[in-house]
């Protein structure tokens, strides 16, 4: 999975990293949807043929021809001939593709799936978010945002209160070009400009495997990764009770760890050289951030990361 986004850098104290390879009316439609000679089309959500939707600004509908594999809420379309195209009377309000509606403003669009002749007309009604709170204390540090009133199993509820969060610190939602409707993960990432001690922070709603976790990583300097600096970091983030410093998973990585019990959280942090794309070597520090679980009393030597639903 690769990620849509330019270099980022971060610091922390005088430690500067090396730069990484681091969002109404009801249509119309054909009688019936049923099959002309000019070309036929169905639009289907949930199985059930869709005239109208209404979402909220930010939302993002997939559109998929393959209704086995549609995600939640997900737009099924069955069209003769094959390639349909789909347009929006206001991209300003609603911006349409073959692969995704996106809400981009209140106000009302007419989205047109069109196979041929034959067309099917949604009405799309766009409304402003519900105005959501956040609490600046639920940061940790001042770069990675845990609710404190909401289970991890519920993390993919948390998006429009993580946007108002990382939104105060100038951080800007994006996605990985293999996740483009956020099915996964939620990707935060500072703005061009704003000093940083993370390049990203990951929240995987929906891993390939094991538990829901949040990711924080940055390049850092070779050199960085040391006992003083392990302990720095994992101070910096609330992570200070129990901590393992100078040690190694279960299959060598360098790594450290640490719980903030106040929160009911558990940090396991590694670390694995890289080198940038001219050639020059970075230590690439991963804080991987849990729930507490029995394993984290055990010794590093005895875990390994959770699983990223992508390759880095």
């Known amino acids: 999975m690769k990620l849509k986004m330019k270099k980022f850098f971060a610091a922390l104290g005088a430690l500067a990293i090396v730069g990484m390879v681091a969002v109404g009316c009801q249509g119309k439609n054909t009688p019936d949807n049923k099959p002309t000679d000019d070309g036929s089309i169905t ?186 600096t392990q302990k720095a970091l994992l101070d910096l983030f609330g992570f200070v009770d129990n901590q393992k410093l100078g040690a190694k998973l279960k299959d060598e990585t360098p790594a450290a760890a640490g719980e903030n019990k106040a929160r009911g959280l558990d940090a396991l942090m590694f670390m694995k050289k890289e080198k940038t794309k001219n050639g020059q070597e970075y230590e690439h520090v991963t804080l991987q951030i849990s729930e507490l679980q029995s394993q984290s009393a055990t010794t590093l030597s005895k875990r390994m990361p959770y699983n990223m639903p992508y390759k880095l």
Do not use: C
């Open 43 to 228: 639009v289907k959500q949930s199985g059930k043929e869709v005239t109208a939707l209404t979402l909220n600004v930010g939302d993002k509908v997939e559109i998929t021809t393959n209704a086995a594999s549609a995600a939640d809420g997900a737009l099924v379309v069955v069209a003769k001939p094959s390639n349909f195209t789909v347009t929006s009377s206001d991209a300003k309000v609603v911006a349409a593709s073959n692969t995704a509606l996106e809400a981009k403003a209140a106000g009302e669009a007419k989205v047109t799936f069109a196979a041929g002749k034959a067309k099917v007309e949604v009405a799309v009604t766009v409304k402003k978010a519900e105005e959501v709170t956040f609490n600046p204390n639920n940061f940790l540090g001042k770069e990675i945002y845990v609710p404190s009133d909401k289970k991890f199993e519920m993390m993919k509820d948390w998006k429009a209160e993580l946007l108002k969060a990382y939104g105060s610190i100038n951080w800007e939602f994006t996605t990985y070009d293999d996740d483009k409707n956020s099915e996964q993960t939620y990707l935060f990432v500072p703005k061009d400009g704003v000093q940083s001690v993370l390049g990203r922070v990951t929240f995987v709603h929906k891993p390939t495997s094991g538990l829901k976790f949040i990711s924080a990583e940055a390049g850092y300097k070779s050199g960085f990764w040391k006992e003083e």
